[in-house]
């Protein structure tokens, strides 16, 4: 049994060994000169760009792994297309190179050029995903871009596919001169941040693509989930705004009433009724049939002790203004303030806004009626509503 645990460490410590030297020659072959620039990384925060030209690369597991399951898939496409009797595949991980001015280009290499689909060439960009996405994603088009202009070739085909299900989708993408003009724009941005040595504005943060920051080596040093105002370390207490601030019960019964289902529980709604009671619920209209909720007294007495208070709320975005107007005239002042942007799932939205503020502060409390959002915050250390 001994020796069978020692055989098992062995292998999994020659997995892990063997995957970063796989990535390292991988990596080799990206020279991170400035000057050159890479297309499969244009599309991404010019700030963890400047990182890894400045401080180099420092792949997590989390990348490791990325890079080794697509490797697999890259493969798996490949020798997909080749059996299929349909096209045929007419060179793989073909270098092309960009010359946008004297001293700057861009380079990469094309996965897959076919010969001939319907009468044209065409480059197919393989992307293996955790979620087929509903149109391509900004960075990748960006990058099919580049070689759709170096070959000079009017169609490329992104092709997504999802390593948990194994499904696939593709997407057709047209080439674009001013597609190009842009990445050249981004490109000679990124020279320039890196000639002076100082490092660009935090971009992923700036234009809402936290999961860019979440996968992102350089966080420790970028640190992108400091909230302005708010010194690293601080204390504070994250609140909801419903049930907790304000008592939304007149709001609540009002919508069960005009979703057609008077009295029911939210929980138990079939999913259409329960998008028109959110409808309703989330009204501008109804808004003021709100009033003080249980915990605002106490929550003014934690900010007068020195803890900040910030506002995590499932309300959405767009009833910013008037939800900080509500509390402005409940007396309430705040330290910070996010509300659940369109499209994200209320309870794991939280969550993991939850995870990436612990990493800066001393959460103490989190005042939130959902179980599974208490069940989080216990997790990470903070007592819930139901211990204050
Ligand atoms: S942490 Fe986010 S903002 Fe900072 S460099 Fe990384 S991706 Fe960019």
């Given at each position: ?120 060439r065409v480059i197919v960009e393989v992307k293996s ?174 900010r007068a002790e020195g803890v900040k208070l910030v ?62 959002v208490q069940r989080t915050a216990r997790r990470l ?8």
């Amino acid at each position: 049994m001994i020796e069978m645990i020692g055989i098992a460490d062995k292998v999994e410590d020659a997995v892990r060994k063997g995957l970063r030297r796989l990535w390292e020659e991988e990596s080799a072959l990206h020279e991170w000169r400035p000057g050159v620039y890479y297309p499969s990384y244009i599309g991404y925060c010019l700030r963890k760009q400047y990182y890894i030209y400045t401080l180099g690369e420092r792949p997590t597991s989390e990348k490791l792994a990325v890079f080794a399951t697509g490797r697999g898939v890259h493969g798996a496409v490949e020798e997909a297309l080749r059996a299929s009797g349909i096209v045929e595949v007419e060179d793989v991980e073909k270098k092309v190179e960009v010359k946008l001015t004297d001293n700057i280009s861009l380079s990469g290499r094309v996965d897959l050029l076919l010969a001939e689909v319907e009468g044209e060439r065409v480059i197919v960009e393989v992307k293996s995903t955790s979620r087929l996405p509903d149109s391509p994603l900004e960075h990748h088009v960006m990058q099919l871009q580049v070689y759709l202009n170096a070959e000079d070739m009017g169609r490329g085909v992104l092709l997504y596919w999802d390593k948990r299900r194994g499904a696939i989708k593709a997407f057709n993408v047209e080439r674009s001169g001013d597609a190009l003009r842009r990445i050249a724009e981004r490109a000679v941005m990124l020279h320039e941040y890196i000639r002076r040595g100082s490092p660009p504005p935090k971009e992923a943060i700036l234009e809402g693509r936290l999961w860019e920051c979440d996968l992102c080596e350089y966080r420790s040093i970028c640190k992108p989930f400091l909230l302005p105002g708010i010194h690293e370390g601080e204390r504070m207490v994250i609140s909801e705004v419903d049930k907790v601030l304000v008592d939304d019960s007149e709001r609540e019964r009002e919508a069960l009433a005009l979703a057609g289902v008077p009295g029911a529980r939210i929980e138990e709604l079939p999913p259409d009724v329960k998008r028109r009671f959110y409808e309703y619920y989330y009204s501008a209209d109804l808004l003021s049939r709100d009033t003080k909720g249980p915990f605002i007294e106490y929550v003014w007495k934690r900010r007068a002790e020195g803890v900040k208070l910030v506002i995590i709320s499932g309300r959405p975005e767009e009833l910013r203004e008037r939800t900080e107007d509500e509390l402005r005239k409940l007396g309430l002042t705040w330290d910070y303030a996010v509300f659940r942007p369109e499209g994200e799932r209320e309870v794991w939205w939280k969550t993991n806004m939850y995870r990436r503020l612990v990493e800066h502060y001393q959460i103490e409390e989190v005042l939130d009626r959902d179980r599974a959002v208490q069940r989080t915050a216990r997790r990470l250390g903070a007592k819930t509503i139901l211990e204050v």
